[in-house]
C-alpha cells in the first residue's frame, strides 16, 4: 500500500515564544525613527540630536552582539532569553521616565544590550529545539517576529508617540517586554546551550575575502538607507506636515511592502541564486532613492517607497543565505559579524543624515542614501567575482 502522506510535525511553542520575543525586540529597536518627531519637541532638542539616539543604540549593538555572544558562552538560553527581555522591560520603562536628553541617552544604550543578545541567541539555539529537517522552517518562524513588527510595531509605536507621546510608546514596549520574558521563561526548555564559536573559526572568517566582502555590503546598504529612514518621520513632517494616522499609516505601508518582498525573495532565491537576490534587493532601494524627488505629494511619495520597501528586509534575509552558501562551516560567525555590520551601518548612516540635517540640507538626504547604495552595489559585485574565484584559490 503507498504510504499515506503525513503533515509535518508541529514545530515546539519555544519557537512561537522566540518569534514573539524577536517581535517586541524589532518594536523597541524601531520605535525612537517612529516617535522622533515628539522626542524632538518633547525633550527640545533639534531633530538632528534626538537622532545621535539612533547612532548610539546601533553602535551598542554593533559592538555588543560579538562581544556579549563570548561572555554569555556558557549561560542556559532559558535564563539568557527570559532575562534579556525582563532588561529590556526594565529599561524601556525607565526610558520612559527620563527627564531630559541626556539620561535617556544613557538608559538607551544600556536598554539595546537585550537586542545584542536575543537576536542572535535565539538564532543560534534552533538547531538543538528542531531536527535538521525543519531547521528552515524553524528559522523562518523566529525571524518573522521582526517582519512582523515592521508592519505592526513600528506603526503602532508612530500612532501612539504622536498621539499619547513617545513615552506612552516606551512605556507598552516595556509592559509587552515583561509578558513576552514570562511566556519565554514558561515554554522554553532547560539546558539549551549551543556550541561556542572557536578561535579558529573566527580566524578562518576574518581572512575570507568573499564574506568580508559581504559584510561590507550589508554595511553599506545599511548605511544608505539610514541616512533617509532614520529621519523619514520627521521628513515627512516636514514636507507634507503628516498627522500621527498618516505617519503610521505610511510605515504600515512601508512595512507592509517590506513582508511581502522579504516572503517573496524567500521563495525564489534557490532558482535566483542568493547574490543576484541581494542585488536585485538594493537595486530597489535604490531607485527609490534615485525617484524621490517625484514625491511630490503623500500619494506619490507613497509609491515612490514602495521598490524601497520591497528590498529593505529581502536585503538582510538574501544576505544571510548568501553568507551562509559561501561557507556553510563558519555561517555562525558571519551571520554574526554580518548582524553587526547591520547596525554599525545604521550608526554611520543615522549620524551622516543627522550632520546633513544640522547643515539644513535635510532635502540632499536621499541622494547621499543614493550614493551608499551605489558603493553597496560595487561591493556587492566584487563579493560575487571574490566567491567564483575563492574555490580556485583554495584549491591550489
Same mark, same amino acid.
Given at each position: ?316 534575509? =538574501? %544576505?544571510?543565505?548568501? *553568507?551562509?552558501?559561501?561557507?556553510? &562551516? @563558519? $555561517?555562525?560567525?558571519?551571520? /554574526? !559579524?554580518? +548582524? #553587526? ?16 540635517? =544640522? %547643515?539644513?540640507?535635510? *532635502?540632499?538626504?536621499?541622494?547621499? &542614501? @543614493? $550614493?551608499?547604495?551605489?558603493? /553597496? !552595489?560595487? +561591493? #556587492? ?16
Amino acid at each position: 500500500m503507498p504510504e499515506l502522506h503525513r503533515p509535518a510535525p508541529r514545530l515546539p511553542a519555544a519557537l512561537w515564544a522566540l518569534m514573539a520575543g524577536n517581535f517586541i525586540i524589532g518594536t523597541g529597536v524601531m520605535i525612537v525613527p517612529g516617535t522622533l518627531n515628539d522626542l524632538s519637541a518633547s525633550l527640545d532638542v533639534p531633530i538632528a540630536v534626538a537622532g545621535q539616539l539612533i547612532s548610539a543604540a546601533a553602535l551598542m549593538m554593533c559592538f555588543g552582539a560579538p562581544l556579549l555572544a563570548t561572555l554569555v558562552a556558557r549561560w542556559d538560553r532559558k535564563r539568557l532569553l527570559a532575562l534579556s527581555l525582563l532588561w529590556y522591560g526594565l529599561l524601556h520603562l525607565l526610558s520612559a521616565a527620563m527627564p531630559g536628553f541626556g539620561s535617556l541617552m544613557v538608559v538607551r544604550v544600556l536598554c539595546v544590550v537585550s537586542p545584542a543578545i536575543f537576536t542572535p541567541q535565539a538564532a543560534a539555539c534552533i538547531g538543538q529545539l528542531v531536527p535538521a529537517s525543519q531547521r528552515g522552517r524553524a528559522i523562518s518562524l523566529v525571524f518573522l517576529g521582526w517582519s512582523v513588527a515592521s508592519v505592526l510595531g513600528m506603526p503602532l509605536g508612530a500612532w501612539i508617540g504622536g498621539t499619547l507621546g513617545w513615552r506612552a510608546a516606551f512605556a507598552l514596549v516595556g509592559l509587552l517586554s515583561f509578558a513576552s520574558a514570562l511566556w519565554v521563561w514558561r515554554v522554553m526548555p532547560d539546558g539549551v546551550k549551543p556550541p561556542a564559536f572557536s578561535l579558529g573559526a573566527w580566524r578562518e572568517t576574518l581572512q575570507s575575502r568573499p564574506l568580508m566582502l559581504c559584510v561590507a555590503v550589508t554595511a553599506l546598504f545599511s548605511a544608505g538607507q539610514f541616512v533617509l529612514f532614520a529621519y523619514l518621520a520627521p521628513y515627512l513632517k516636514a514636507r507634507f506636515d503628516v498627522t500621527p494616522l498618516q505617519l503610521s499609516l505610511m510605515f504600515a505601508w512601508f512595512g507592509a511592502f517590506g513582508f511581502m518582498g522579504n516572503l517573496w525573495v524567500s521563495r525564489h532565491i534557490d532558482r535566483l541564486g542568493a547574490a543576484r537576490a541581494v542585488m536585485l534587493s538594493m537595486i530597489g532601494i535604490a531607485l527609490s532613492l534615485a525617484l524621490w524627488p517625484l514625491g511630490a505629494n503623500l500619494p506619490l511619495m507613497a509609491l515612490v517607497l514602495v521598490p524601497w520597501a520591497l528590498g529593505c528586509f529581502a536585503a538582510n534575509s =538574501a %544576505q544571510q543565505a548568501r *553568507l551562509s552558501g559561501i561557507s556553510p &562551516g @563558519l $555561517a555562525s560567525g558571519s551571520i /554574526a !559579524l554580518n +548582524t #553587526s555590520a547591520i547596525y554599525a551601518g545604521q550608526a554611520v548612516g543615522a549620524a551622516s543624515g543627522g550632520w546633513l540635517i =544640522a %547643515q539644513g540640507q535635510m *532635502l540632499m538626504l536621499h541622494w547621499a &542614501g @543614493l $550614493a551608499g547604495m551605489g558603493l /553597496a !552595489l560595487l +561591493t #556587492s559585485w566584487l563579493a560575487t567575482r571574490a566567491a567564483r574565484q575563492a574555490p580556485a584559490i583554495r584549491g591550489r
